[in-house]
């Protein structure tokens, strides 16, 4: 009997007699059904056909994907492995996995059609919010890395999906506070309509029954905003009330839980106001802040989990006799020898013993130049093998790893620095403490009066002393002042920065990728033979075209590359151009072609490189690294202010040097390590001095996380944007120039905002204390106050003279 044909584009066998076709590749293609001929015409005609040639490449050849990668996948058919993800029913293996090049509904379509179709996969759903594959097989006839393997081939990578406990935790807990959010906004305006048409300025023609109606349909509709979205401010007090600690969470659960049972006896009797739309209210604003402090600590505790994903999975450890083997990193030992070829990580701190190659270690020194490294030399973990092929020898894993250091440091400092929140508690505590003795005063010195009218004059103090306008007036004073500043291209993501902008007397600087573009350019070519600058520059562009080396970008691409070009890492680069044989590189790695003597290197800064043929040397060529074109502008700035200013940097060049001589910088240091930035950090700490810190890599993080405000740049790591206190997204430091104004006007605004919150609350508590103020005119007066708050606030987001910097029309390039 012949077996059918499978369709092309979902390999499902083709029915009896369909007439579904396709020219794909220039030839007609049989498919299953009309939505696989749609979605094959619509990637034909869309150009996209080379998806049919890749991937038929692939399944003709199953060992087309890298070596190294089939290793690896192997590694997941280890039962000690699969143990934490993969879940056994029957002959049925069960797991999710995290999926990656997902761009569309018809990727998802794709995938699961595709598992579906392999005999031994009895179930494939994808997830697309989450882009997370729930897959179901028979692990007896299909390993997991086969399932890999197979989506390898259709274009997607995967690998299995385990949810950090605490991240996981974290995000439900937002869900959970989003959602309460929410219901709160929904639920307090349905019932705000229903309260605000039993005001008798409102009662128009309402009919007793109706009245009623109205006050419980109120009701009903506050009571999943108290018992649901205002549930945390509960919890809060009674855990402050049994650790006799006071903070808002009291003084806010008080004042919605007495308008919530003022609101039912009013209901219930209709006797009095109804203040069911005061305690949405309440609960509205106070949620939206917590939510937004909720979001900023997320993105805090994320940080050091992104420092151990620098490093691999697995590793190849050698053998005794030289043969290789993938392993887990988590079996790694100490003394083990590791083969770690070309563009791998390295997975632990070791020794050098054997071959010699460029390590880019600018995750760690922030220096963009890789380092060449020979046998003898240390290299670290989570750095980057560039060029060539090394054996090396672990002498530290796990805690002890400079790494690891790097995180402890990371942790210490975040936990140093200080918190305006607490602050802020502890001074509510007395402002807290005392309204709620004068209210308790207020109420017995009623009970002896008018029993009557006590609770509510003690009702009405609650609610005009609930901190709402006190709360709202640094919040909302900084997220206008945000938003601004984001307009410009600097966002903040915590609170304190343009208050801790007017007490900061010193700046710390970064300079590779900070104050300068963090990348090489073709400064000068000095010819020192017969050939001109043009054609030496030619040569040397076609030595430099094929390579992947950050000092060849400087070079550009040339219309002709050299042939049989060799590298010698740390050295330069050999090669044949026409018939000529060259070197470029280190100036005696070049004279040794014509055994000719070294020329004088010039007495300039930069990096130097040097030409040369078979009779000598050809030219200099000098690369440097470009100052950003507002630098200058920066730093006069904070000149103006009278800060001081410093440029501690990971690199030992003389770079740091004429760049601090350049822009005028009072003191610079170079060849630092993280903890020694930190050091210097503290030092300045010990003076009393306030320090900012701008900067971009891995190694800044542990002074970005304890200097008093930080700032990374945009195009800086994950890691170090996640530890500032903001980012420069635009990249244009014009941006913070604008920050250190607006920042002096946003505290003017605050402390009028304060003034104004505690004028309010002065003026209001005799009058409460009275009795002339009823609790819904307390209400009133506290909206009116949080409303002329936020209306205050709101000027910061129309300031004149602030206009996104001009894109710079000229680079200024550092001093010869």
Not at 85 to 105: F, N
Not at 173 to 182: I, S, Y
Not at 527 to 551: F, G, K, M, T, V
């Amino acid at each position: 009997m012949t077996s059918p044909i499978p369709c092309y584009h979902c390999a499902l066998p083709v029915p009896a007699g369909s007439r579904f076709t396709a020219v794909v590749l220039g030839e007609t293609r049989e498919l299953c059904c009309p939505g696989c001929q749609a979605v094959a015409e619509a990637i034909v005609a869309g150009g996209l056909d080379s998806y049919y040639r890749h991937r038929s490449e692939a399944s003709a050849n199953p060992e087309a994907l890298p070596v190294q990668l089939l290793d690896e996948l192997a590694l997941y058919d280890r039962p000690d492995v699969q143990a934490p993800y993969v879940r056994h029913d029957g002959g049925l293996a069960e797991a999710t996995l995290m999926m990656e090049g997902i761009s569309c509904a018809a990727c998802g379509w794709l995938i699961e059609r595709h598992l579906r179709s392999l005999p031994a996969v009895a179930e494939a759903h994808l997830n697309l919010s989450n882009h997370r594959l729930h897959v179901r097989w028979a692990d007896s006839d299909l390993a997991l890395s086969q399932v890999l393997s197979e989506l390898r081939h259709i274009g997607y990578a995967a690998h299995p999906y385990q949810a950090d406990r605490a991240a996981e935790q974290l995000a439900s807990e937002n869900r959970t506070a989003l959602r309460q959010l929410g219901l709160a906004g929904l639920l307090w305006f349905q019932a705000m309509m229903a309260t605000m048409a039993t005001w008798p300025e409102f009662n128009i023609d309402l009919s007793p029954e109706l009245h009623v109606i109205l006050r419980w349909v109120a009701m009903f509709l506050t009571t999943p905003i108290v018992f649901y979205s205002c549930a945390p401010f509960f919890r809060g007090a009674l855990r402050d009330l049994r650790t006799r600690h006071l903070t808002m969470d009291v003084s806010v659960s008080l004042a919605i839980g007495s308008a919530y049972l003022a609101g039912i006896w009013t209901a219930v009797t209709g006797v009095g106001e109804l203040y069911f739309d005061a305690v949405g209210m309440f609960a509205l604003f106070l949620l939206a802040g917590r939510y937004l402090e909720r979001r900023a600590r997320e993105r805090t505790a994320a940080a050091t989990a992104q420092l151990v994903n620098l490093l691999p999975a697995s590793c190849l450890r050698l053998s005794a006799d030289g043969q290789s083997e993938r392993i887990l990193l988590s079996e790694l030992k100490l003394a083990d020898r590791v083969l770690v070829h070309p563009g791998a990580v390295l997975p632990a701190d070791g020794k050098i013993v054997e071959g010699h190659s460029s390590v880019d270690e600018s995750v760690l020194t922030g220096e963009y130049l890789p380092q060449p490294r020979t046998v003898g030399d240390h290299v670290t973990a989570g750095t980057l093998n560039v060029e060539g092929a090394l054996t090396v020898q672990v002498l530290a894993l796990g805690h002890d790893t400079r790494l690891s250091a790097i995180v402890r440091l990371l942790e210490r400092a975040q936990a140093e620095k200080p918190r305006l929140a607490e602050i802020a508690d502890r001074a509510a505590q007395w402002f807290l403490i005392l309204s709620l003795i004068f209210a308790a005063v207020i109420g017995l010195i009623w009970w002896q009066i008018d029993p009557a009218r006590a609770f509510w004059i003690v009702l009405a103090m609650l609610v005009a002393t609930c901190p709402c306008a006190l709360s709202l007036a640094t919040p909302t004073a900084l997220t206008a002042a945000t938003g601004t500043l984001h307009k410009l291209g600097l966002l903040l993501t915590r609170g304190h920065v343009l208050e801790g902008l007017n007490q900061i007397d010193t700046v710390i600087f970064d300079k590779t990728g900070t104050l300068t573009e963090g990348r090489l350019a073709l400064r000068a070519i000095r010819p020192l033979r017969e050939l001109n600058a043009d054609a030496c520059l030619s040569l040397a562009a076609a030595l430099e075209n094929r390579s992947e080396h950050p000092i060849a970008r400087a070079f550009g691409r040339a219309p002709v590359a050299a042939e049989d070009v060799h590298s010698t890492p740390g050295l330069g680069l050999e090669g044949v151009v026409g018939e000529q044989r060259l070197r470029i590189g280190q100036p005696a790695f070049v004279c040794e072609l014509s055994a000719c003597a070294l020329p004088p290197t010039p007495d300039e800064a930069g990096q130097w490189l040097l030409l040369g043929d078979h009779q000598g040397a050809l030219a200099w060529i000098v690369l440097d690294d470009r100052l950003r074109a507002d630098a200058f502008d920066l730093l006069q700035a904070c000149k103006a202010r009278g800060w001081r200013t410093l440029l501690l940097s990971g690199d030992s060049s003389p770079m740091v040097a004429s760049v601090a001589a350049e822009l005028g910088i009072d003191e610079a240091h170079g060849g630092l390590r993280p903890d020694d930035k930190l050091e210097m950090l503290r030092a300045l700490h010990a003076q009393g001095r306030k320090v900012l810190m701008l900067g971009d890599g891995v190694n800044d993080v542990p002074v970005l996380a304890a200097a008093d405000i930080s700032v990374a740049m945009g195009s800086a790591t994950d890691l170090a944007k996640t530890s500032a206190d903001a980012v420069l997204l635009s990249n244009r430091l014009q941006a913070l120039v604008h920050a250190f104004s607006l920042a002096r006007r946003t505290r003017r605004v605050i402390i009028e905002n304060l003034l104004w919150a505690a004028l309010y609350n002065g003026l209001m508590l005799p009058f409460v204390a009275l009795g002339w103020i009823t609790p819904i005119w307390a209400a009133v007066g506290m909206s009116i106050s949080s409303l002329t708050v936020v209306l205050n606030a709101l000027r910061l987001t129309r300031m004149k003279g602030l206009q996104a910097a001009p894109t710079a029309l000229h680079t200024r390039l550092l001093p010869t």
